[in-house]
């Protein structure tokens, strides 16, 4: 079998690693590329992943994951009374121990993580005690690696696969991987998407800035989309959108909201899972950040990307607009968006 202790294989059955990153959406964009950093090195690995139910969806669109495991643990957790909690406990159990993994991959390095990891079959691999974020789930490790606090969410995820999997930290830029799914929601191309909402309000950006931007990329040719979760979402959204000419489309599954961005001109958003979606399909994003550092978990995509912003920093709307004109400028015209994001 292949080992990771040495990173290479030891006869031909193909590597079997699976990867452990639940949560939460931006996260678990920001771990994909070390999908294909793996079938770089391993081009016959087969990839399993371990994800909350409500980002499996993202997972499922990289052609290199050959089947997401589901662990509905935030639901679990507030329910914990009923058996049928317990039962869906107990089918993940066995479908995390119908067959072995040459390596179990915790990147997220939580306590959590490495509990719903050791339940596995096959060596748990993750972040030394000063590199988890929680030191505890070092403990649970079969081996540990070092990988600097300070580097950016991908470029840990990158080097700590590196690490245990036995090829050299990547120097390319990642490559998320993930394809275009077909549109189900019909919108007239070119258009530009604003994603105003996010999970606190503390990251909430003026709604009069947003039918500012919403004015500007209108302007360009490019009709402004308002995507929305929630029902407060969805009036924050209409208004936005009444302001700037814009459209805001029904309910969309995580699926439908990755088929809009994919073929959006670009991306003006918050720090949220589908703003770092949309950089991830190659999509000009300027991310927003009004409570969190970026420098951690900034924007990140093989397009011109950028972010803005940080803890207590509320960035400017004329700084916004700038960084909205360069990344339309270093873009160019609209382009074949869903064709060049399948790409392998």
Not at 23 to 50: F, N, Q, T, Y
Not at 172 to 188: E, H, I, K, N, Y
Not at 307 to 327: C, E, M, N, T, Y
Request: net charge positive; with cysteine; charged share 20%.
């Amino acid at each position: 079998r292949w080992s990771p202790s040495r990173g290479v294989p030891a006869e031909r059955a193909p590597p079997r690693v699976l990867i452990v990153k639940t949560s939460s959406m931006g996260d678990v964009v920001h771990a994909l590329p070390v999908v294909d950093d793996l079938r770089l090195h391993h081009p016959d690995a087969v990839v399993d992943w371990l994800v909350e139910p409500s980002f499996a969806p993202i997972v499922e669109l990289h052609p290199g994951v050959r089947r997401v495991l589901r662990v509905g643990w935030r639901k679990w957790r507030r329910q914990l009374g009923r058996a049928a909690t317990w039962r869906a406990i107990a089918t993940l159990r066995r479908e995390l121990r119908a067959e072995r993994y040459d390596a179990v991959l915790d990147l997220q390095g939580l306590l959590k993580s490495a509990l719903w990891g050791a339940l596995a079959r096959g060596p748990l691999l993750g972040y030394d005690r000063a590199s988890a974020r929680e030191p505890l789930a070092a403990l649970l490790y079969r081996r540990t690696a070092a990988v600097p606090r300070a580097l950016h969410a991908v470029e840990r995820n990158r080097r700590l696969a590196a690490a245990h999997l036995g090829y050299a930290a990547p120097q390319t830029a990642p490559r998320f991987g993930l394809r275009a799914p077909d549109a189900s929601w019909p919108v007239a191309e070119p258009y530009t998407v604003l994603i105003p909402n996010a999970s606190r309000p503390e990251k909430f950006w003026p709604e009069g800035d947003w039918i500012a931007v919403g004015r500007r990329l209108a302007r360009e040719g490019a009709r402004p989309v308002v995507l929305w979760g929630s029902e407060p979402e969805r009036q924050m959204a209409e208004r936005i959108a009444a302001g700037c000419g814009g459209v805001v489309p029904p309910f969309l599954s995580v699926g439908e909201m990755a088929a809009v961005l994919a073929r959006a001109r670009a991306a003006v958003g918050l720090d949220t899972g589908f703003s770092h979606l949309a950089a991830a399909y190659g999509r000009p994003t300027v991310g927003i950040y009004c409570d969190h550092d970026p420098g951690l978990a900034g924007i990140a995509g093989p397009g011109p990307v950028a972010s803005i912003g940080g803890k207590g920093q509320v960035p400017s709307l004329d700084a916004v607009l700038a960084l909205v004109d360069a990344l339309l400028a270093a873009h160019g015209p609209a382009d074949d968006a869903p064709a060049r994001a399948a790409d392998p």
